[in-house]
Structures are given as structure tokens and as C-alpha cells.
């Protein structure tokens, strides 16, 4: 079946620093990828997807890059914020557009 | 406000209990899902509808029922409560055919005591 594993926090981090939360998947076929976000109290947020090998996603600063060759989804940001502080979660969706979620990261960032 | 609403926000309950957490979308999607999120675990899907007569079962689905009332509403039921239900539930949409994008609601805290 699908999977997803995302490296495990809680990451601490200072602001401006380099962001990299790890995501790699199992599935049969081609998934769609995504990262979405979770800030405190709220529901999870579409933070960037890619549909395709070689796409690359992103928004608010964010990216990722579809990674066939090694089923990899990484998601990077060059100089995080304290607004960044959230739960992040990689997910992938099957030909029946269900998601498999991986177990989220934790990320914070200190002022 | 809101597309996608949940209500309670927070529930407290007793082992045995029957508990129902409802979902309401003004964003017009057919489809309709019930995920739960336990620390360390991400999300799981419970349930989901893809219209007012289609329902199906998710990876886990058992101690729960679902109830789709309308294209905008889809209610969870635990019919009988018990602690490992202890989780924070959200309800998502998503538009249809071709479209992979879902959106979620604020998510509703259970307690099981």
C-alpha cells in the first residue's frame, strides 16, 4: 500500500535560518505529492503540491521537488520566520484521490 | 466565514457515550472525508463520500459510523465511546473529478474518559 515517512522532530530553529523537513513516499504508480501545514489551533493548510516527476512546488517561500528516482519530497525554505512555526506534513494521493498522511514535524522557530 | 465548520470544537465524554461531531461546507464539494490525527501518527481516514448516497469506509472505520445528509453536511458517529478514540477529528472536502486539492476544517477535539 502507500506510504508516507517524513523525519521525525520536534526541529528547532532561529529565525533566518535553512529549513529542510525530509518526505519520502511509497506507492504504486504516480501520486500526486503535497505538504501541508497545520499552524496552532487551526485545520491543516495546502502549503504546496506537485503532480508530476520533476515538478517543483511553492508558496510562501517553500519549495519541493518531485523526486521519482528517489521517491523523495523534501521541503526546504532559505530563511524561515516565527510565523513558520507549525506542524508540517507531506502527503500523497492515490488514483482515488484519497491522501496517506506521514506523521508530521514539528517545527519552531525562535525569534 | 468559514467553508468548512466543525462542531464541537471540543467535546469531553464518558467511556460508553454515543457522540456525534458534525461537518458543514458552503464550498459546494461533493466529496467528503472524516480523518483523525493521534501524535506521531499524522492522519488517518475514517470515512469518506463522494455524494449523498455513496459512503466508504476508510482505513479505520470500525467503532464509527457516518451519515451524509446532504450534499454540505457529513456527520461522524462513535456510537459507544472508549478512550484509544480519544483524538482531534477533522473533516475535509474536496471539488471532484480531477481535482486532488482537499480542505479541511478547524478539526474537533474528543476526550474519552
Known amino acids: 500500500g502507500n506510504s508516507v515517512t517524513q523525519m521525525e522532530g520536534p526541529v528547532t530553529l532561529s529565525e533566518e535560518a535553512f529549513l529542510t523537513i525530509n518526505c519520502t513516499y511509497t506507492?504504486?504508480?504516480?501520486?500526486?505529492l503535497f505538504w501541508y501545514v497545520q499552524y496552532p489551533g487551526e485545520g491543516l493548510q495546502l502549503l504546496l503540491k506537485?503532480?508530476?516527476?520533476?515538478d517543483k512546488g511553492s508558496n510562501k517561500g517553500f519549495e519541493a521537488t518531485y523526486r521519482k528516482e528517489t521517491t523523495s519530497f523534501h521541503l526546504e525554505k532559505g530563511s524561515v520566520q516565527v510565523s513558520d512555526s507549525a506542524v508540517y506534513f507531506c502527503?500523497?494521493?492515490?488514483?482515488?484521490?484519497?491522501?496517506?498522511f506521514g506523521a508530521g514535524t514539528t517545527v519552531t522557530v525562535r525569534a | 466565514d468559514a467553508d468548512v465548520t466543525q462542531t464541537p470544537r471540543n467535546r469531553i465524554t464518558k467511556t460508553g457515550k454515543r457522540i456525534m461531531l458534525e461537518c458543514s461546507q458552503t464550498?459546494?464539494?461533493?466529496?467528503m472525508y472524516w480523518y483523525r490525527q493521534d501524535p506521531g501518527l499524522g492522519l488517518r481516514l475514517i470515512y469518506y463520500?463522494?455524494?449523498?448516497?455513496?459512503?466508504n469506509k476508510g482505513e479505520i472505520s470500525d467503532g464509527y459510523s457516518v451519515s451524509r445528509q446532504a450534499q454540505a453536511k457529513f456527520s461522524l458517529s462513535l456510537e459507544s465511546a472508549i478512550p484509544n478514540q480519544t483524538a482531534l477529528y477533522f473533516c475535509?472536502?474536496?471539488?471532484?473529478?480531477?481535482?486532488?486539492?482537499?480542505?479541511f476544517g478547524p478539526g474537533t477535539r474528543l476526550t474519552v474518559l
Open positions: 463520500s463522494f455524494d449523498v448516497k455513496d459512503i
Open positions: 464550498k459546494g464539494h461533493d466529496r
Open positions: 475535509a472536502t474536496r471539488a471532484g473529478i480531477n481535482t486532488d486539492t482537499q480542505y
Open positions: 502527503a500523497l494521493s492515490d488514483r482515488d484521490y484519497k491522501l496517506s
Open positions: 506507492a504504486t504508480g504516480y501520486p500526486s
Open positions: 506537485a503532480t508530476k516527476a520533476d
